[in-house]
């Protein structure tokens, strides 16, 4: 899931791109949230445990359906609308093809945790249990299209991404329609999303704090191309491919940095030391036409195609709309209730005071508080007198961010 | 080395209480000129600019300009334990990683001083233009301070619209409307209960009363207050301190989806 390792060498290597800030701040902001991760989340912490004894369990229905991603989803979204936030859900499309080996992965995981369950339920382990039975989650079509449904019903837009979510929320924002990609997955800044929100799913309370992550500074910190930076994602691990044995964040970089491509740091990496996985290594040939042109590539298909060739293909053209009507309209009050009281067996009284919140949301957000920086421009980081910018940073050198705040207004 | 002495600590004081409920770490910036402030609420909604020229103390001397990081809640603190008729100094090494403060009492003869320590606070300067703007109310604050009290009664946003008529502050909610016309008046001997309006053309915004309700802690500061207005762009509300400075206030405005764009 995501590119290993890159949050931490973002944080690391530019630190300026991250920003911890109130979800308020994010008002009036359209964001695109990936649904297919934030239903995996709900499905995995929305859970009720009969009062902290035992197993905890999803929510279900009377049927025995689970109920926990429509809570989640439902309550999320009153709340993100609450503070002015405009949400558009992306729900994942088929998955790539290149994703296969990822995803065989992934199944393998989660029949190691089936048998792991079952050595625990044995074993009578309620923590264990609780792990596992965690692991085993699965965001099926069900869950998917109950959620569209919701989403719907609440006159929240929903984006069918003809591909990844991530790359389509990625691309929404790339083209300015919404202000941000919300998503753990740090694929998103790999998809050039401008801004990139993380930690949004459970930015409950308003104190806690949510994560901005701005791709032009991540780039400037680094001191990355755009291309560059694919190549080093895919360095890390991607989901669509394997890496470099031994090459962790550190080198990766190192390596980028000195070498510019993947292609060059093929020629010059030290064979012995680094184990280059196998599907990267093609006819020489090809991998250098398939650098250089791509579109030539893709016609010739006989002859194999080098695995990071195809990642970087992945990122670089990756299938998404380039339009969406994004309409936020007024929730459908009786159908929405129907929906939750008779079909999820919710509480009467709590749907209609949460439908009541969504309606105020939604008039309010009619005539939005504008921001301020719509208004007057963020100024860059220095004083307006440059000459004593200059004498001062000596003197404050050592204490961060005091230098660059010593200037004055207007 | 940054050294200032206010006669008048209490200045200081009503300044601190003015901004406290809307941010909670600022910046102050000291240069050879002026103490002031710029900043801006965590929704990023309102902006505070405050100046006091240096004219305003009986000392001022400031070497080098810097930035008093600052947490205000720990200032506000401070200052609670600051008597009326206290005079302020404040002091700060140019490198300095703490706030000297002491407030003299003469009569009394007691003099306490306290070190704060200073905070590197992150935050976006906006550059706000000097524009002309369509609209200029001048008013009691006092009157100001009643009317946006008044107002929160009826609902959470307020139409203030400046008409040939007048000035009108008009909240609509569940209960009902509420308007509040204020006219031209300088009937008044004293001329701080007079209110002039110079309007240009007409203009007519929505604001939080919530927002306005914060900017009226700096009542104590003036006796008027001045709003400035243009269509579609924040208000702004001045409360000018006698002539040595002033705490702005400016309010980004509640607009229609499209015109947001």
């Given at each position: 899931m995501g590119i290993k390792g890159l949050a931490k060498l973002i944080s690391d290597e530019a630190p300026d791109a991250i920003r911890e800030v109130e979800l308020k701040s994010l008002h009036g902001r359209k964001i695109a949230i990936d649904a297919s991760m934030a239903i995996y989340q709900f499905l995995i912490a929305v859970r009720s445990n009969n009062g902290g004894q035992g197993q905890s369990f999803m929510l279900t229905n009377a049927e025995g359906e689970t109920t926990s991603h429509i809570q989640g989803m439902f309550n999320r979204t009153i709340r993100y609308m609450t503070e002015g936030i405009k949400p558009v859900f992306v729900f994942d499309g088929k998955p790539p093809e290149v994703k296969s080996g990822e995803l065989l992965k992934r199944r393998e995981k989660r029949e190691k945790a089936q048998l792991a369950l079952q050595v625990a339920t044995e074993e009578g382990n309620v923590e264990e249990q609780d792990k596992h039975s965690k692991r085993l989650v699965r965001a099926g079509q069900k869950e998917n299209d109950d959620c569209q449904k919701l989403l719907r019903l609440m006159g929240v837009p929903v984006v069918l991404a003809p591909c990844e979510a991530e790359a389509q929320a990625a691309a929404l924002a790339k083209a300015g329609l919404v202000y941000a990609a919300g998503t753990e997955d740090m694929d998103a800044l790999t998809f050039q999303t401008p801004v990139l929100v993380r930690k949004m799913t459970f930015a409950s309370a308003s104190k806690s704090m949510v994560q901005t992550m701005n791709y032009a500074k991540a780039l400037e910190g680094m001191n990355l191309t755009q291309a560059q930076f694919v190549d080093l994602c895919i360095m890390l691990g991607c989901d669509y491919c394997d890496t470099i044995k031994g090459v962790g964040p550190k080198t990766a970089l190192k390596l980028i940095r000195e070498h510019g491509c993947i292609e060059n740091i093929l020629k010059h990496l030290d064979g012995k030391k680094y184990v280059v996985p196998e599907s990267w290594l093609p006819p020489p040939k090809e991998a250098e036409e398939s650098s250089s042109d791509q579109e030539n590539s893709v016609s010739d298909d006989l002859q194999p195609i080098p695995a990071y060739v195809l990642a970087r293909r992945m990122f670089n053209e990756h299938e998404v709309l380039m339009h969406a009507d994004l309409k936020w309209k007024p929730c459908e009050r009786e159908a929405l209730t129907k929906f939750l009281v008779?079909?999820?067996?919710?509480?009467p009284d709590r749907v209609a005071s949460s439908i009541d919140k969504l309606e105020a949301a939604y008039k309010a957000n009619k005539a939005p508080q504008t921001r301020m920086d719509a208004f007057f421009a963020v100024q860059p980081k220095k004083p307006t007198d440059a000459s004593v910018k200059r004498k001062i940073e000596p003197v404050v050198k050592g204490k961060g961010a005091k230098g660059p705040a010593a200037k004055k207004k207007r | 080395m940054f050294e200032a002495r206010l006669a008048n600590g209490n200045i200081f004081k009503m300044i601190v209480e003015s901004i406290r409920e809307l941010v909670v770490d600022v910046n102050i910036d000291c240069s050879t000129e002026e103490l002031s402030i710029q900043c801006m609420d965590s929704a990023h909604v309102a902006l505070v600019s405050m100046s006091l020229s240096q004219s305003a103390f009986d000392h001022f001397r400031c070497d080098r300009s810097l930035s008093l990081g600052l947490n205000l809640p720990n200032v506000s603190k401070i200052f609670k334990m600051m008597g009326r008729d206290d005079t302020m100094v404040l002091k700060a090494e140019d490198s300095a990683d703490k706030l000297m403060l002491m407030f003299e009492n003469d009569k009394s003869g007691t003099i306490a001083d306290f070190e704060l320590k200073l905070m590197a606070i992150e935050a976006e300067q906006l550059g706000v233009p000097d524009t002309a703007y369509k609209c200029s109310i001048s008013m009691p604050s006092s009157e100001f301070q009643r009317i946006v009290r008044d107002l929160q009664v009826m609902g959470d946003t307020c139409k203030i619209s400046c008409t040939k008529e007048g000035l009108k502050f008009s909240a609509t909610g569940q209960i009902g409307t509420g308007n509040i016309l204020m006219r031209q008046n300088v009937a008044s001997e004293k001329e701080e209960d007079h209110v002039t309006i110079d309007m240009e053309e007409p203009v007519e915004l929505n604001f939080a009363l919530r927002y306005l309700n914060f900017f009226t802690k700096a009542t104590p500061l003036s006796p008027t207050v001045i709003l400035k207005m243009s269509p579609g762009l924040p208000i702004v509300i001045e409360y000018p301190i006698e002539q040595l400075g002033h705490v702005k206030y400016y309010l980004a405005p509640k607009m229609e989806e499209d015109e947001e764009e």
């Open positions: 008779d079909e999820m067996g919710f509480n | -």
